[in-house]
T-cell receptor, first 111, second 111 residues
């Protein structure tokens, strides 16, 4: 099993640009999550999904959107990138809540 | 709002020393997890504690959940350079889908 995979690993965006962070898991987990981690800080939940077609907001959802059309994939969309969205983004999945497996992260820099 | 505070924020010790990291809250959690994160990687789950007063051991690491389920500690005996990393505690919040993360303790073990 590859576990949780994320692409890209690193991206630089200009203010106002859009992008999609990809996340996939091959463990047949129902639960998937997106977190952001700012320097020296813990992780904050952006969005989560309890199954295909079901998503809900976490602590810091503003500026982001998600979709969950399949069990495997949970992309995170940034529509109008802002400097405040510079962060490291982690995707996670779990079979039995709240046990979570994390991906390697996407480092995003918005200039 | 449920919050978790970790202390110390940073710890630099010599190989062979013992250390304790604390995770405190004014809220009750149904369970609490400890993760270790290495630079450039996602957090990796070390342990989950569920019962108040529970003690779990993982080789040289001892985890304890407070009797009131509001706090936890991680004790490392005879620290080794391989223990270096960011240690994060995370509590299961109001919704059992969500983890509330502490800000982390960055540990450096010098050879």
């Amino acid at each position: 099993n590859a576990g949780v995979t994320q692409t890209p690993k690193f991206r630089i965006l200009k203010i106002g640009q859009s992008m999609t962070l990809q996340c996939a898991q091959d463990m047949n987990h129902n639960y998937m999550y997106w977190y952001r981690q700012d320097p020296g800080m813990g992780l904050k939940l952006i969005y989560y999904s309890v199954g295909a077609g079901i998503t809900d907001k976490g602590e810091v959802p503003n500026g982001y959107n998600v979709s969950r059309s399949t069990t495997e994939d949970f992309p995170l969309r940034l529509e109008l990138a802002a400097p405040s969205q510079t962060s490291v983004y982690f995707c996670a999945s779990s079979y039995s809540r709240p046990l979570q497996y994390f991906g390697p992260g996407t480092r995003l820099l918005v200039l | 709002t449920q919050l978790l505070e970790q202390s110390p924020q940073f710890l630099s010790i010599q190989e062979g020393e013992n250390l304790t990291v604390y995770c405190n809250s004014s809220s009750v959690f149904s369970s609490l997890q400890w993760y270790r994160q290495e630079p450039g990687e996602g957090p990796v789950l070390l342990v989950t504690v569920v019962t108040g007063g529970e003690v779990k051991k993982l080789k040289r690491l001892t985890f304890q959940f407070g009797d009131a389920r509001k706090d936890s500690s991680l004790h490392i005996t005879a620290a080794q350079p391989g223990d270096t990393g960011l240690y994060l505690c995370a509590g299961v919040g109001d919704s059992s889908y969500k983890l509330i993360f502490g800000s982390g303790t960055r540990l450096l073990v010098r050879p």
